[in-house]
C-alpha cells in the first residue's frame, strides 16, 4: 500500500481509523445499554448500581484504549501489541457472548477489529514500526 504524506503506511492509517469507529461505537454501545437500563424504581435502583459501575470502568477503559490507538498511528510498536491483544479478546468475548444469543453489533464489532488487526501487520506496516 502507498505511503501517506506523514510517511505511515495506508494500511495503518485506515486500521487507526476502523479501531476509533469500534471505540467510538462501543462507548456508545454502552451508553445505550446504560440508559435504557436504568430503572425508575426504588428496586429497580439497587441493581443499576452495578451498571452504573460497570459503565464508568468501561468508560475508563475505552479512553485507554483511544490513547493505545492513537499510539498505534504514532508507529508506536507496543501499542499494536496491546492491540492485538485486546483484538484477541474482543473476538474471544464475541464467541463466548454467540454461544449464549449474542448480537449482530458484537460480530460485525469483531469482523472490524480482525481487519483492522491484520492491517497493522501488512504492507509497510512493519517497517513503519520498526522505525518508531
Do not use: C
Amino acid at each position: 500500500m502507498a505511503n501517506t504524506t506523514a510517511g505511515r503506511p495506508t494500511s495503518v492509517t485506515v486500521s487507526f481509523v476502523i479501531w476509533l469507529v469500534v471505540v467510538l461505537a462501543n462507548i456508545i454501545q454502552g451508553i445505550i445499554s446504560l440508559v435504557s437500563g436504568s430503572g425508575s424504581s426504588a428496586a429497580e435502583s439497587v441493581g443499576t448500581a452495578p451498571l452504573v459501575g460497570g459503565a464508568i470502568f468501561a468508560f475508563v477503559l475505552a479512553v485507554i484504549e483511544l490513547i493505545i490507538v492513537f499510539k498505534m498511528r504514532d508507529g508506536r510498536n507496543w501499542a499494536r501489541i496491546v492491540l492485538l491483544v485486546l483484538a484477541i479478546l474482543q473476538v474471544i468475548g464475541v464467541g463466548v457472548g454467540a454461544a449464549s444469543g449474542g448480537n449482530a453489533f458484537g460480530w460485525i464489532g469483531a469482523v472490524a477489529v480482525i481487519v483492522a488487526t491484520v492491517l497493522m501487520f501488512v504492507g509497510g506496516a512493519n517497517g513503519y514500526f520498526r522505525r518508531r
